[in-house]
T-cell receptor, first 111, second 114 residues
Framework: GNSVTQMEGPVTLSEEAFLTINCTYT??????LFWYVQYPGEGLQLLLK?????DKGSNKGFEATYRKETTSFHLEKGSVQVSDSAVYFC??????????FGTGTSLTVIP | DTGVSQDPRHKITKRGQNVTFRCDPI?????LYWYRQTLGQGPEFLTY????????KSRLLSDRFSAERPKGSFSTLEIQRTEQGDSAMYLC????????????FGSGTQLSVL
């Protein structure tokens, strides 16, 4: 079946550090892949997406590349800020309208 | 655009009681979703509406759960004869026809069944 596995947190980084949050997926065929973010006190919102192999999604300095050979969609940012503190969810959609979400990774950035 | 709103924010009920939650999506969005999230887990799909039609329903959704979207605007999710295992955050999301994959989530209704 379809599923997403992401690295467990919580992750704590100092401001300006490099961030990687790992995400791997299981799905037949070619799903679309997403990162959603939930800031404190807010609902989940789309951060970036990629719809086919080798696509790179990017937004707000975050990037993730759809790697079919490793079934991965790791989230990276070169220099995190305090305002990036949030919970990050990797997700996929295959057919229909059913998203499959990972368990979420909590990130705290300290000044 | 006031975002997706859900009511109530918190609900405490006794086992066996019925509860109903409401979701008001972003006004121009014709797609509406219900998800459930438990502690330490990601959101789990429950059901999906396009306008007033319920087009998808999770196999995990018990017969005690029912959702409606009678006029294609707001939606309600009812849980009958609640059980302790129903305790979770119930999330509503909406999206537009043109950007169906860009979900806008509400802040959720936290249900506690005692």
């Amino acid at each position: 079946g379809n599923s997403v596995t992401q690295m467990e947190g919580p992750v704590t980084l100092s401001e300006e550090a490099f961030l990687t949050i790992n995400c791997t997926y299981t799905a037949t065929g070619y799903p679309s892949l997403f990162w959603y973010v939930q800031y404190p006190g807010e609902g989940l919102q789309l951060l970036l997406k990629a719809t086919k192999a080798d696509d790179k999604g990017s937004n707000k300095g975050f990037e993730a590349t759809y790697r079919k050979e490793t079934t991965s969609f790791h989230l990276e940012k070169g220099s995190v800020q305090v305002s990036d503190s949030a919970v990050y969810f990797c997700a996929l959609i295959k057919t229909g309208n059913q998203f499959y979400f990972g368990t979420g990774t909590s990130l705290t950035v300290i000044p | 655009d006031t975002g997706v709103s859900q009511d109530p924010r918190h609900k405490i009920t006794k086992r066996g009681q019925n509860v109903t939650f409401r979701c008001d999506p972003i006004s121009e969005h014709n797609r509406l979703y219900w998800y459930r999230q438990t502690l330490g887990q990601g959101p789990e799909f429950l059901t999906y509406f396009q306008n007033e039609a319920q087009l998808e329903k999770s196999r995990l959704l018990s017969d005690r759960f029912s959702a409606e979207r009678p006029k294609g605007s707001f939606s309600t999710l009812e849980i009958q004869r609640t059980e302790q295992g129903d305790s979770a955050m119930y999330l509503c999301a909406s999206s537009s026809a043109g950007e169906g994959e860009k979900l806008f989530f509400g802040s959720g209704t936290q249900l506690s069944v005692l």
